[in-house]
T-cell receptor, first 110, second 114 residues
Framework: GQNIDQPTEMTATEGAIVQINCTYQTSGFNGLFWYQQHAGEAPTFLSYNVLDGLEEKGRFSSFLSRSKGYSYLLLKELQMKDSASYLCAVDGKAGNMLTFGGGTRLMVKP | NAGVTQTPKFQVLKTGQSMTLQCAQDMNHEYMSWYRQDPGMGLRLIHYSVGAGITDQGEVPNGYNVSRSTTEDFPLRLLSAAPSQTSVYFC?????????????FGPGTRLTVT
């Protein structure tokens, strides 16, 4: 089966750094995605990891450890507009079929 | 490009009614999929298609039908609506059915079944 865990909620301060963790247990692995979803809107793509290590894209970075079944999304220099839900999704078998975690709702405070 | 479009944006149905949620994309994407999103449960895959004429079931297919007669369109049919189908439905498309390609999501349809 597929199991993906993320914290339900996190709070951080504007300008700070926050790390959102995701652990997964899946029957197969072809890559891990992070999506951002603002309230009432559609998810939008943030990052994709298929090999171990850190992928950096501006203020956002994503890390993957396949042996540990673990990923994190790192957000630097937090802005108020970063308040959103962050969804971890695993492509568990070939064919782009994603299994999503429940999402982490991040609240950024002034 | 309009990207992925969905209609309607909101819908209220009575138990037992049927309806079709429309989804279209203008990016010539091979892969299309339907998800439902319920509070605390994340997105769950209902059905997906890897090309015109090819569809398959996802994690929660019961009570839903799909067809893919063209590359652009991927409608989702609710056969006999039930209150458990109250949810937000997202259609998504991706360049390829191969892994690693990001999915583009439509704006969603908010469905309430009374």
């Amino acid at each position: 089966g597929q199991n993906i865990d993320q914290p339900t909620e996190m709070t951080a301060t504007e300008g700070a750094i926050v790390q959102i963790n995701c652990t997964y247990q899946t029957s197969g692995f072809n890559g891990l995605f992070w999506y951002q979803q603002h309230a009432g809107e559609a998810p939008t793509f943030l990052s994709y990891n298929v090999l171990d290590g850190l992928e950096e894209k501006g203020r956002f970075s994503s890390f993957l450890s396949r042996s540990k079944g673990y990923s994190y999304l790192l957000l630097k220099e937090l802005q108020m507009k970063d308040s959103a839900s962050y969804l971890c999704a695993v492509d568990g078998k070939a064919g782009n079929m994603l299994t999503f975690g429940g999402g982490t709702r991040l609240m950024v405070k002034p | 490009n309009a990207g992925v479009t969905q209609t309607p944006k909101f819908q209220v149905l009575k138990t037992g009614q049927s309806m079709t949620l429309q989804c279209a994309q203008d990016m010539n994407h091979e892969y299309m999929s339907w998800y439902r999103q319920d509070p605390g449960m994340g997105l769950r895959l209902i059905h997906y298609s890897v090309g015109a004429g090819i569809t398959d079931q996802g994690e929660v297919p019961n009570g839903y039908n799909v067809s893919r007669s063209t590359t652009e369109d991927f409608p989702l049919r609710l056969l006999s609506a039930a209150p458990s189908q109250t949810s937000v439905y997202f259609c998504a498309s991706s360049y390829s059915a191969q892994g690693g390609y990001e999915q583009y999501f439509g704006p969603g349809t908010r469905l309430t079944v009374t």
